[in-house]
């Protein structure tokens, strides 16, 4: 059994050949005389799905930060009091209040602050937002924990300066839970 190894020069190699003798160049080069090189005609095509996908996720990166763009001001509304327990962006939705305040609106999905920073907390609920307005959710709740009450004072205010926001309520001590408020926001209908 031979072994060959051909090189680019056109050279071949024996190894581990013992019947090696020099007339194997001359028979190779008269076998492969009247072979033609091939053409190398095979055509890659980009995959636009992938492209389609990186432009997508830049443009649900650049939603996000346009949600949190609302919260960059620690500074009040005017319809927020100093420790503000329930919000109401107008008043004809009291009544979407109170259903919050009765449960009937339950909370679709939650977002833990716990342990995070004033900078990572806004990131977190612009995310949030992005994401019940791009699947149609209308109710969340956000824990933010006891601390040092940093959050629980902005949160407030955060959410009432965002224009997606209705109403929000804080639950009260009663249920054991004054760390949670239950927002209300109204999702674009036309947003896919």
């Not at 612009?126 to 109710?139: A, Y």
Request: hydrophobic share 35%.
């Amino acid at each position: 059994m031979k072994i060959l190894k051909i090189t680019f020069f056109g050279k071949i190699l024996m190894k581990n050949n013992k019947h090696y003798n020099s007339n194997d160049n001359f028979y190779f080069k008269e076998e492969t005389k009247d072979v033609k090189k091939m053409k190398q005609d095979t055509v890659f095509h980009a995959k636009p799905y992938k492209l389609h996908k990186k432009y997508l996720n830049k443009r649900n990166l650049c939603n996000q930060d346009a949600h949190t763009q609302f919260f960059n001001s620690n500074i009040p509304n005017k319809n927020i009091t100093e420790n503000p327990v329930s919000y109401v962006r107008e008043k004809f939705l009291k009544t979407e209040l109170n259903k919050l305040k009765n449960k009937i609106y339950v909370p679709e999905i939650f977002l833990d602050l716990h342990g995070f920073n004033q900078y990572q907390a806004k990131k977190e609920l612009g995310k949030l937002i992005f994401i019940c307005n791009k699947e149609k959710i209308f109710c969340f709740a956000v824990i933010h924990g006891h601390g040092k009450n940093i959050l629980k004072n902005y949160l407030p205010i955060w959410l009432s300066k965002h224009p997606d926001v209705l109403a929000f309520y804080q639950l009260p001590k009663k249920c054991g839970r004054n760390t949670t408020l239950f927002v209300l926001i109204d999702y674009k209908k036309d947003n896919k």
